[in-house]
């Protein structure tokens, strides 16, 4: 079975910019994570998806971060306009259902904003 | 926000020796599972413990759950060098399926 795929592998763009990071998750694979990895830390949950709704988006910065899940199948997370503190691995995962399913990830997107 | 916080926060063994990290989180759970991420990479998924189991095994790697506690131990034996890597649990908040990461432990074997 094909993995989690993600691209760009890296980005660097200057503050105030914008990027969009693209996530395509494993077949049949209903439940989408993002989650932004800052280095050093353990991964923070950004949003949700169940098929193409939102299910959490609490820790989402909605005044700079949007994110889409077009058909239940791919996942783009846009970020405008960035700052400093959003460099970050940003990591997509899914898993077949909501519930006590492992999760699945890419290997993530490392973001540098100078 | 942090759900969980591992211990120690960094660890340094030889090759052949038992690594034990632990695990702390704050609310009731419907599972907690633990994830190993190498350098550079995404995570990769471990092994996954009910709430109502309190031990669990596979291959090499032995989970422990104390939900009195909200604690929960991982176990690997005989490491490897190839076991070097970040380890981090994760829970979902009983009712909400919503995986929250914990800081991780950092395991460095040396051969």
């Known amino acids: 079975e094909a993995g989690v795929a993600q691209s760009p592998r890296y980005k660097i763009i200057e503050k105030r910019q914008s990027v969009a990071f693209w996530c395509n998750p494993i077949?049949?694979?209903?439940?989408l994570y993002w989650y932004q990895q800052i280095l050093g830390q353990g991964p923070k949950l950004l949003i949700q998806?169940?098929?193409?709704?939102?299910?959490?988006d609490s820790q989402l910065p909605k005044d700079r971060f949007s994110a889409e899940r077009l058909k239940g199948v791919d996942s783009t997370l846009k970020i405008q306009p960035a700052k400093l503190e959003d460099s970050a691995v940003y990591l997509c995962?899914?898993?077949?259902?909501?519930?006590?399913?492992?999760?699945?990830f890419g290997n993530g997107t490392r973001l540098t904003v100078t | 926000s942090q759900q969980g916080e591992e211990d120690p926060q960094a660890l340094s063994i030889q090759e052949g020796e038992n690594a034990t990290m632990n695990c702390s989180y704050k609310t009731s759970i419907n599972n907690l599972q633990w994830y190993r991420q190498n350098s550079g990479r995404g995570l990769v998924h471990l092994i996954l413990i009910r709430s109502n189991e309190r031990e669990k095994h596979s291959g090499r790697l032995r989970v422990t759950l104390d939900t009195s506690k909200k604690s929960s131990s991982l176990l690997i034996t005989a490491s490897r060098a190839a076991d070097t890597a970040s380890y981090f649990c994760a829970t979902d908040a009983s009712g909400t399926y919503k995986y929250i990461f914990g800081t991780g432990t950092r395991l460095k074997v040396l051969a």
């Open positions: 998806f169940q098929n193409n709704g939102v299910v959490d």
């Open positions: 995962a899914s898993s077949p259902r909501t519930g006590s399913s492992p999760l699945h």
């Open positions: 077949s049949g694979h209903a439940t």
